[in-house]
């Protein structure tokens, strides 16, 4: 049994580096002419194990499993450890540690992954950069992440979500971060964190982290949350940037331009939404503190186009859409809601989704989203899933519909064309929202 992740580490290494989780990956790899090994991890309805004798026949150059039985055919190619998610983990963070690398790492309630791509683009300006693919940014796809960092990246941007107290904590001591930023604390994962003071703690295993290694904390200076929460870990280092001497404005379409004082020119972002402000404003702190000069950061903002169904606009047929349907809790459904509210589109139609994982407090949050519904005036909101029908048992209005599903509210699309509406669709992406942009144009 191998219990050293430097001897995984060389298995690895002559895999070419390459590693898969997913069996059915392995053809790809060969058909591409590379070698892979293959790491067989346990989920609620699967064991990978059981899936490492077809990944061998399908080509992998070695496997890892965890049923130690599996050795005794003697096949050389059957690496055997005790966990297999602790054998990726160590493993991960032994490879990081023999990289020449900085780790920047970034979480939050709100905007983490999209700070994490404006500031991938603004540090590629000057740097070998390697940044979390998609949403890669748990216990499982940390340490992927890291082993996917080429050898010669210099700076690793590292994405870590969480809905649990501790969790930071874990991924921090696999990613080792020399840098870290918490772009919010919100009302997000309520139920894991226990409320929003367990996200705060939680969210704060970052900047304990990098108080406890001597590294650099960012923040926001006028985010009264996180300037307490540097204040309360005397002796780590910090680096607060402003939004002080800033002006946000919003495009037509709801894309929004951040203006310094210093500089001739806006910021202007193809991101739709006032909020997306203090995205800006990291990527751009972040950029000057490596030595990206303002031009060169302003450039790369305006160059990344969205297209994650996160504050994303798109036109389908005579209707503007505002996708970001990623993903959403109470403080972001807030702040899309406030947005949408200040675009001056006369026609508004909100198409907003359940929002997931928030125990005890769901009821209280998705009333508050029709309240806020209400309040801003919106003419036509649909709501789709069980806890908003729930709330419209409660609070509901004649232009308020809800649905059960994507499905049925596809089906009444389909009966009532839309014509030269501004759209907001808004859910966590288990509603799977994306779904119903194809059918929100009318020439269909």
Not at 68 to 85: F, N, Q, T
Not at 129 to 138: D, E, K, M, P, R
């Amino acid at each position: 049994m191998i219990e050293n992740p430097d001897i995984l580490l060389k298995y690895f290494k002559a895999c070419g580096n390459n590693i898969t989780t997913d069996s059915r990956s392995v053809s790809r790899y060969i058909e591409e002419g590379k070698k892979v090994m293959f790491l067989a991890l346990k989920g609620d309805k699967f064991d990978g194990n059981d899936f490492a004798a077809q990944a061998l026949k399908e080509g992998a150059s070695f496997v890892v499993v965890d049923n130690p039985w599996m050795a005794e055919s003697g096949d050389p190619r059957i690496l055997v450890v005790k966990d297999c998610l602790k054998a990726l983990q160590d493993m991960a963070r032994a490879y990081r540690r023999n990289l020449p690398v900085k780790i920047l790492a970034i979480t939050g309630s709100n905007g983490k992954t999209t700070t994490k791509e404006l500031i991938n683009r603004v540090l590629s300006k000057k740097y070998k950069v390697s940044a979390t693919c998609g949403n890669l940014n748990n216990h499982i796809g940390v340490p992927l992440t890291l082993l996917n960092m080429p050898s010669d990246t210099e700076i690793g941007i590292i994405e870590m979500g969480a809905n649990h107290r501790g969790e930071i904590k874990q991924l921090c001591a696999i990613a080792e971060p020399n840098y870290g930023i918490i772009t919010n604390i919100g009302r997000a994962h309520l139920e894991g964190f226990g409320g929003t003071d367990g996200v705060k703690k939680g969210k704060g295993e970052l900047f304990d982290y990098l108080r406890n290694v001597r590294g650099t904390a960012f923040f926001l200076e006028e985010d009264k949350t996180l300037k307490e929460m540097i204040a309360e870990r005397e002796g780590v280092r910090k680096s607060g940037y402003s939004l002080s001497g800033t002006t946000a404005t919003l495009s037509e379409n709801g894309t929004v331009a951040l203006k310094y004082r210093e500089a001739q020119k806006p910021i202007q972002s193809n991101l739709v939404g006032e909020y997306n402000k203090y995205n800006i404003a990291a990527a751009v702190a972040i950029g000057k503190f490596f030595g990206i000069d303002f031009r060169q950061a302003a450039e790369a903002i305006e160059n990344y186009i969205p297209d994650n169904n996160r504050s994303q606009f798109v036109s389908i047929g005579s209707n503007k859409i505002i996708t970001d349907a990623y993903n959403a809790n109470p403080s972001s459904m807030e702040n899309a809601l406030l947005n949408f509210a200040g675009m001056q589109d006369e026609n508004k139609l909100v198409i907003l989704g359940d929002m997931k994982e928030l125990g005890k407090y769901s009821a209280e949050e998705h009333d508050k989203v029709l309240f806020a519904v209400k309040k801003y005036g919106f003419r036509k909101a649909w709501f789709v899933g069980d806890e908003f029908i729930k709330a419209g048992h409660r609070i509901a209005e004649k232009d308020m519909l809800f649905f059960p599903s994507v499905k049925e509210l596809e089906k009444h699309i389909e009966k009532t064309p839309l014509h030269n509406y501004t759209i907001l669709i808004k859910g966590s992406h288990s509603t799977r929202l994306e779904e119903v942009v194809p059918f929100l144009d009318a020439n269909l």
